[in-house]
């Protein structure tokens, strides 16, 4: 049974505070808001309607990004613009033809509202379009107002290695490390420092938020920020096991556990599950399981493999949890497992650009190696910690 606290949330995100925002920072000018399914406020209004009700601004465009306004769309499935049915305004599309908003989206706006809820993990698309959102904006002289939501696992945790120049995409725009330990404001002045020309950019910051809070200390109602996150366990162990998006193993999608649920018809769950037990990985079991994915990879085909279940949340490293098992199910069916081929000719292969580098995808069969990626990653993650000081907005 799925049942919600109803509690007073300790922590008001931008979203609750949008009211007294467009009274006081945008009063009288045209909005456009770029948002997702998974931005509600605490009362569960979505944020799109919100803005549809204000009497001080106007919604006048909606940008939608990977899935839709609504959540309505598959992860990859790509879209054009169209009307939105409520409101009446424009929906330009930002996963379609351009991934950034044109002169002519923007004319329709003064200024540009940006409320998604993010994971902080640097393959997450929305980073991707919130940097080029900001890249449109200071082009054409548009105000950037971001609706500050939490980290859901804190503002603590930085882990895995840094994007290696040459290697940026959309599943990775910046030298950051996989998990970023930060909330969207906070990537959003990062960002906003590196762009030649910065955009005007207002944070409206969150309410009672610490860095130490998990998203079950905010009282917030959690609501799935892709068809493929459904759950904070997803979410949680994404970091990592997205790296098997890379392969041609499954990660679980065509499931009901996405990314919790790794395999292949030609994997030996069981002896993968023990292979990985016997590492006393911190905070993680590995059960053997057997699926059959609806869509995606092997579909309508037996799978076995393994399930993570996180014992210990406080512990658990995602990052390096997810190159250990990549190794282990190389080393398991050397003959059978493969990486994914580029997409597109003189493309790099997909896992570089989810990793960041081609270490992963030219050294992760090898174990000695795989220490030397662990090391590396975690001296590049305390980097990266200090590296991000300036921009922190929360104790």
């Not at 030996?268 to 053997?288: C, K, T, Y």
């Not at 497992?337 to 069969?365: C, M, N």
Request: hydrophobic share 40%; proline share 7%.
């Amino acid at each position: 049974m799925t049942y919600v606290s109803r509690t007073i949330p300790q922590v008001r995100t931008g979203a609750d505070q949008l009211e007294e925002a467009s009274a006081t920072v945008f009063a009288g000018a045209r909005v456009g808001l770029v948002t997702c399914a998974a931005a509600l406020d605490s009362k569960f209004v979505p944020t799109v309607d919100r803005c549809g009700a204000l009497t001080d601004a106007k919604l006048t465009a909606l940008f939608a990004c990977e899935h839709g306004i609504r959540g309505e769309r598959q992860a990859g499935v790509l879209f054009g613009d169209e009307t939105d049915p409520r409101f009446g305004v424009p929906v330009f599309s930002l996963y379609g033809d351009t991934k950034k908003p044109t002169e002519a989206m923007l004319s329709h706006v003064d200024v540009v509202l940006f409320d998604i809820q993010d994971i902080g993990v640097r393959f997450f698309t929305y980073l991707a379009t919130l940097s080029y959102v900001m890249e449109a904006c200071a082009q054409v002289g548009k105000a950037l107002i971001v609706l500050d939501r939490p980290n859901p696992f804190g503002g603590n945790g930085c882990e895995g290695g840094k994007l290696v120049p040459g290697f940026e995409s959309f599943v990775g725009i910046a030298p950051v490390p996989f998990l970023t330990g930060m909330t969207l404001g906070e990537f959003a002045m990062y960002m906003n420092s590196r762009l030649e020309k910065p955009c005007e950019l207002k944070v409206v910051r969150l309410e009672g938020w610490r860095r130490t809070m998990g998203f079950a200390e905010t009282g917030l109602p959690w609501i799935m920020t892709s068809p493929n996150t459904p759950t904070l366990d997803s979410c949680r162990v994404y970091p990592g096991t997205c790296l098997f998006e890379g392969t041609n193993v499954s990660e679980g999608r065509g499931t009901t556990r996405p990314f919790e649920l790794v395999g292949a018809p030609w994997l030996d769950g069981s002896r993968l599950a023990a292979e990985m037990n016997r590492q006393s990985l911190p905070g993680v079991h590995f059960q053997p399981v057997y699926f059959t994915p609806t869509f995606s990879k092997h579909q309508g085909e037996l799978c076995s493999g393994v399930q993570l279940y996180v014992t210990d949340p406080a512990s658990f490293r995602a990052v390096e949890t997810g190159l250990r098992l990549v190794h282990q199910a190389s080393r398991l069916a050397p003959d059978r497992f493969d990486w994914i081929p580029p997409f597109k000719e003189g493309r790099k292969p997909f896992i570089d650009y989810l990793s960041g580098s081609e270490l992963v995808r030219t050294q992760a069969h090898d174990a000695q190696e795989v220490e030397r990626i662990v090391e590396r990653w975690n001296l590049e993650a305390d980097e990266w910690k200090r590296e991000r000081e300036p921009y922190l907005l929360y104790e």
